[in-house]
């Protein structure tokens, strides 16, 4: 075991805004933290709702066109069935003392791992700084993030 080359790097892209999409990428970047392992979180497109002010308190469960739900899109178009998934799935991460997405936001950026969004999605979106959380460290270019992601693993959620 000695022998082998443990990871010292992992640069994790959170690019769905739901929050089966967000909860991955979250849970790796802070157990990457726990172990000492330098942890990177790229948002892009619907990822940025993690750390958008105004939408990261209101991450839903998507149910419409998600297999892994078992239940036909025709009921999770239902009035109230995302609220009622969320609701069920916030609950069970409740009982694992696992902390809602700006709780965990500030947990990973206090360990050490910094929180970066996608210029290209930011402009698209007509985002500005002022609209993320405090923990964003920057907002940067696809190259910009690679060049940051050199010499370690690069996970897509």
């Not at 739900?69 to 009035?79: A, E, F, K």
Request: net charge negative; charged share 20%; with cysteine.
């Amino acid at each position: 075991m000695a022998d082998e080359e443990k990871i010292k790097k992992v640069s994790i892209i959170i690019s769905k805004g739901s929050l089966e999409g967000v909860y991955p990428g979250l849970i790796m970047a802070n157990g990457a933290r726990m172990i000492g392992i330098e942890a990177n979180l790229f948002f892009t497109f619907f990822g940025l709702n993690a750390i958008t002010k105004s939408k990261m308190d209101s991450i839903k469960v998507a149910t419409v066109g998600n297999p892994a739900m078992g239940i036909p899109s025709l009921i999770g178009i239902l009035p109230g069935m995302s609220a009622m998934a969320t609701s069920m799935m916030k609950k069970q991460m409740e009982e694992l003392d696992i902390p809602p997405i700006p709780e965990f936001i500030e947990m990973i950026s206090d360990a050490g791992g910094k929180l970066y969004a996608c210029l290209a999605t930011v402009e698209m979106f007509k985002l500005k700084k002022e609209d993320f959380c405090d923990q964003l460290d920057s907002i940067l270019t696809v190259g910009d993030f690679y060049n940051l992601s050199a010499g370690g693993q690069i996970i897509f959620t």
